[in-house]
Antibody
């Protein structure tokens, strides 16, 4: 069974940093590209970042470019999102998704003083 | 960036009746390989999104056949042939043809 489990969310002050993780199981993680998608409270979905299966290619939404870094460790079946210089508008549930066909349950990031 | 515009944003439907959601893109979603990477997602209350349709009209595994997708170029439609109670939620279109990938605003389907 395909499973994606996000972790690492929490409350952080503006300007702070947080690292999200997504643990994958039930499929050959190294064969799939991965994405992070977020959803602010009561709002719609926003694509955040993409990484290819080999990590050779990454893309970011303009809203996070230069502040967020996506990475993966295929040996550990894990996806990461390093978030720096966090702003109030980054407050959201962050989902990892395997090529959009499977999604995790999400982890909540709250940026507030 | 490609702007995805859904309509309607609110869709009250009687059980057993059909429903239709439109999604229009600000530019063509045909990729250089000839495919059109237009997806539809369902998000039930309190749940993660679930993909229903990929590449315009292909249903994901386990998706009931009452869901269908159609369209081309910049104009796409998600149809539900007979709405059931479990279909309540928000529906999003999203393209993955260009970077950045972008979502529509969402259409909230409710039972009348």
């Amino acid at each position: 069974e395909v499973q994606l489990v996000e972790s690492g969310g929490g409350l952080v002050q503006p300007g702070g940093s947080l690292r999200l993780s997504c643990a994958a199981s039930g499929f050959t993680f190294s064969s799939y590209s991965m994405n992070w998608v977020r959803q602010a409270p009561g709002k719609g979905l926003e694509w955040v970042s993409y990484i290819s299966s080999s990590s050779s290619t990454t893309y970011y939404a303009d809203s996070v470019k230069g502040r967020f870094t996506i990475s993966r460790d295929n040996a550990k079946n894990s996806l990461y999102l390093q978030m720096n210089s966090l702003r109030a508008e980054d407050t959201a549930i962050y989902y990892c998704a395997r090529e959009f066909s499977f999604w995790g349950q999400g982890t909540l990031v709250t940026v507030s003083s | 960036d490609v702007v995805m515009t859904q309509s309607p944003l609110s869709l009250p439907v009687t059980l057993g009746q059909p429903a239709s959601i439109s999604c229009r893109s600000s530019q063509s979603l045909v990729y250089s390989d000839g495919n059109t990477y237009l997806n539809w997602f369902q998000q039930r209350p309190g749940q993660s999104p679930r993909r229903l349709i990929y590449k315009v009209s292909n249903r994901d595994s386990g998706v009931p056949d009452r869901f269908s997708g159609s369209g081309s170029g910049t104009d796409f439609t998600l149809k539900i042939s007979r709405v059931e109670a479990e279909d309540v939620g928000v529906y999003y279109c999203m393209h993955s043809t260009h970077w950045p990938n972008t979502f529509g605003q969402g259409t909230k389907l409710e039972i009348k």
